[in-house]
């Protein structure tokens, strides 16, 4: 079956304009998660949805990034006012069930590059 | 805090050379302990999960063992397809996230 898709796969900004990263789920998959990937450092958490409870947004790192889940099914990750530091490789994972009962399953990532 | 160490950094084995990775953990309370594969350019393909403290599991060439502080990733008569970044990962009692380790990065030749 179909796995997990993020759009766009690339995306070079220029600072300071926003961006809007797309995250679909595998079909039935109710925990969905944004993690960040920035060269030579480990992954990221940034936000977890699970069902219809509120987010887990404790990873966010500024109030820049925002996340929406609509319809239970897909994500949209938004960085407002880009900055070089933003530049890293955006992932999102879906699971069955949440962490950390079970596995998550990862998209290919969109790679991000603020110039 | 809850933190996920992996070493070495980078590990080049010829193909039949076996050895291990290692992955040290200090996660409150953990719930599981993961170990997933990365490719260049792909995201992270799922490989185990332990739960307990001498628990083991195994798939093809790969065996991972966990004990109280760190887990090992052990791999039997590489291949060069077995070429990746290894990464680790915890999840503690009360997070709905996953810590992860900064990876091993295996290079396997001929």
């Known amino acids: 079956g179909a796995g997990v898709s993020q759009s766009p796969s690339n995306k070079v900004t220029e600072k300071g304009k926003d961006v809007e990263l797309r995250c679909d789920p595998i079909s039935g998959h109710t925990a969905l998660y944004w993690y960040r990937q920035s060269l030579g450092q480990g992954l990221e958490f940034l936000i977890y949805?699970?069902?219809?409870?509120?987010?887990?947004k404790s990873g966010l790192p500024s109030d820049r990034f925002s996340a929406e889940r609509t319809g239970g099914s897909v994500s949209t990750l938004t960085i407002q006012r880009t900055q070089q530091e933003d530049s890293a490789v955006y992932l999102c994972?879906?699971?069955?069930?949440?962490?950390?009962?079970?596995?998550?399953?990862f998209g290919p990532g969109t790679r991000l590059t603020v110039t | 805090e809850d933190q996920v160490t992996q070493s070495p950094e980078a590990l080049r084995l010829q193909e039949g050379e076996s050895s291990s990775l290692n992955c040290s953990y200090t996660v409150s309370g953990l719930r599981g302990l993961f170990w997933y594969r990365q490719d260049p350019g792909k995201g992270p393909e799922f490989l185990f999960t332990l739960y307990s403290a001498g628990e083991e599991k195994e798939k093809e060439r790969l065996k991972a063992t966990l004990t109280k502080k760190e887990s090992f990733l052990h791999i039997t008569a590489p291949k060069p397809e077995d070429s990746a970044t290894y990464l680790c990962?915890?999840?503690?009692?009360?997070?709905?996230?996953?810590?992860f380790g900064t990876g091993t990065r295996l290079q396997v030749t001929l």
């Open positions: 994972a879906s699971s069955l069930v949440g962490s950390p009962d079970g596995e998550q399953y």
């Open positions: 990962a915890g999840a503690d009692g009360t997070a709905s996230k996953l810590t």
């Open positions: 949805f699970q069902g219809n409870s509120a987010p887990d």
